[in-house]
């Protein structure tokens, strides 16, 4: 029993990197309708960024701000520079745009901060394993900051009028312009946005797995399958998907396929999802007009 | 079709072309000419169902890979000839192809993308697996040996095993080639463009989407098993780490720059994702993938037709200024 209370904690602490990834999704879904397939990559240099802040000898706290803001500078730079211009295109102009962008961005990581697997700090060390030795105080304290951030973003869209002018933006871009909305400035921001996010995913997952170029590719398909689990337009969906995914995954490997077939995982619940209920757990049904 | 003077001339300029290398290359420059035509052959693959078919996928790598375990499979395990394990690859992929067509008829284009991604990023930890461990070798892979020329041909031809394996790939994916210019110039060829530029047409004016759809997958994934097949003999070795997702994105690269929706282009294609890594590696470990990115991304942004599309711009320009 007790082993098994540990998968599941374990479980529930992946699953809140998976959930704060799977936010970052849901938020470029919200603002664009498409999903970014560089979203793991643009994440990992994020971290490596923050390596680099740490490492000059800021302060954690300060570090993790100013990766904050220059994965929103990022992430609004992306869209401007290099999806604006294809903004009508095709899809498979997107989807090549997107794994240009993942070979660039992380091969440019690897180049840049090398290829050896590092340390990373966490700002939640030296407490002791709390809640009779279940968590540890960094599972504790990554789940409490996916929290924090997902509460932060559903404030952000329900409560301010920046957040109602972007779901407008994405909802109908066409309308959302006659009533005054820079429809083009809320792409860019949901961009922003959604790099932050996902930069926040990095810092959280580095201590866990160690900071290496190709770090994020298992979470981003684990992020996937939660965002696709919760439901891709629904932020707090997603943020239950991702929770759900770790759970899954976790006792899936311990007592159904062993480790070695963990990304299988991944693959079976996207696929079972997006054929059985395409809208997610928590999803809107869409009906589209023919 | 009409075969003109001309034409008849370019076919055979092509045949000598395709051919001259056999005494022109040394070995090593030999090999990475077949492996160039098996990317080619294994991109006219993923050209048939994504450029032809708009069903976007990136994990053709996973075509791929099972054509080449099964080909290593029945040589090194079974001791077949490496002819009669041709077939049974193309069935084998054929068949899985048509397997992963049914659910993505459910998905449109972007969570195809995604579902297909996701397989090619699972490929490896598959192959790996134990309960496949007697037969794929695990980790280790397995170990395979080109095969020799026979003595009819050598007593006319003195050809070695290298050259006879060029002559090889190069008879079987000629075969492919023609066959798929066959089908897509043909009724179902239209038919496949049709669904994908507009499936309510198509299926208004009769035709069966879903049975295009499978079928476009199922002959993708033949095609692409076949050059798995082929490769793993020209390597004589197949690992689950050569087949990880990155191989995937090779093809769909190779694809947007030799042309999507064209079967020249696939050649292209093929001869691009060859060539260009080698260059690009003695620059930094890291500059192939930096520069196949940016290549990607530059053809999108000004050629989105691909190589094949620059060459048909050439050529429409140069005919009309004669008349």
């Known amino acids: ?290 | 079709m009409s075969l003109s003077p001309a034409r008849f001339l370019l076919v055979l300029l092509g045949l000598a072309a395709a051919l001259a290398p056999l005494w022109v290359l040394e070995s090593f420059h030999l090999f990475q000419l077949t492996m160039a035509v098996i990317m080619a052959l294994a991109v006219l693959g993923l050209n048939i169902v994504t450029g032809y078919n708009g069903q976007i996928s990136l994990g053709h790598g996973a075509f791929f890979a099972i054509g080449a375990y099964v080909t290593s499979i029945l040589m090194a395990q079974a001791d077949w000839s490496f002819y009669a394990t041709l077939p049974f690859a193309a069935a084998i992929c054929g068949m899985v192809g048509y397997a992963v067509g049914l659910p993505a008829l459910r998905l449109g284009g972007l969570y195809l993308a995604l579902v297909t991604f996701s397989l090619a990023v699972a490929v490896p930890q598959l192959l790996k697996h134990k309960a496949l461990e007697a037969w794929t070798g695990g980790v280790q892979g397995l170990f395979l040996m080109k095969p020799d020329p026979p003595r009819w041909l050598t007593s006319v031809l003195p050809l070695n095993a290298d050259q006879y394996m060029y002559l090889n790939v190069l008879i079987v994916s000629g075969i492919c080639f023609l066959l798929a210019w066959n089908l897509i110039r043909g009724r179902i060829g239209r038919a496949l463009m049709a669904t994908r530029d507009h499936p309510t047409a198509a299926e208004a004016m009769g035709m069966d989407i879903a049975a295009l759809k499978t079928g476009a997958f199922a002959v993708s994934a033949m095609i692409t098993g076949i050059a798995g097949a082929l490769s793993a003999v020209a390597v004589e070795f197949v690992a689950p780490d050569s087949f990880t997702f990155l191989l995937s994105i090779t093809f769909f690269v190779g694809m947007v720059v030799g042309g999507v929706a064209s079967i020249l282009g696939s050649l292209f294609g093929g001869l691009f994702v060859l060539f260009v890594p080698n260059i690009a590696e003695s620059i930094s470990r890291a500059a192939p993938g930096v520069i196949y990115g940016m290549i990607l991304i530059i053809f999108l942004f000004v050629l989105p037709e691909g190589f094949a599309g620059l060459v048909r711009r050439i050529l429409t320009r140069l005919t009309s200024r004669r008349n």
């Open chain 1, 1 to 290: 029993m007790e082993a098994f209370l540990l998968q599941l904690t374990a479980g529930i602490a992946t699953g809140g990197i998976y959930a704060s990834v799977a936010l970052a999704i849901v938020m470029i879904y919200q603002a664009t309708h498409h999903v970014n397939f560089a979203q793991g990559e643009m994440a990992t240099l994020s971290t490596f960024i923050a390596l680099t802040m740490i490492q000059a000898g800021l302060p954690y706290w300060m570090a993790f701000a100013g990766t904050l803001v220059v994965s929103f500078v990022m992430g609004a730079l992306v869209e401007r520079l290099i999806m604006r211009p294809v903004q009508h295109a095709p899809i498979l102009t997107h989807v090549g745009v997107y794994i240009g962008m993942l070979l660039i961005i992380g091969n440019l990581t690897g180049w840049v901060f090398g290829y050896t697997i590092q340390m990373f700090p966490s700002p939640f060390e030296g407490g002791r394993p709390m809640l009779g030795g279940l968590f540890s105080a960094h599972q504790l304290g990554s789940v409490a900051v996916t929290l924090a951030v997902l509460i932060l973003v559903y404030l952000f869209f329900t409560k301010t009028s920046l957040g109602l002018a972007m779901r407008a933006a994405a909802y109908n871009p066409r309308s959302a312009r006659l009533v005054g909305i820079r429809v083009d400035v809320m792409l860019a921001l949901g961009w922003g946005l959604a790099a932050a996010i996902g930069s926040v995913a990095g810092m959280m997952v580095a201590p866990i797995v160690f900071l290496d170029p190709n770090m994020m590719l298992g979470i981003l398909l684990y992020a996937f399958a939660g965002a696709l689990l919760g439901g891709i337009d629904n932020p707090p969906g997603a943020v239950m998907g991702g929770f759900l995914v770790g759970i899954l995954e976790n006792l899936a490997g311990a007592y159904i396929v062993g480790t070695d077939l963990k990304l299988t995982v991944a693959l079976v619940i996207i696929i079972g999802v997006l054929v059985l209920k395409p809208s997610g757990l928590f999803g809107r049904v869409v009906f589209t007009r023919v």
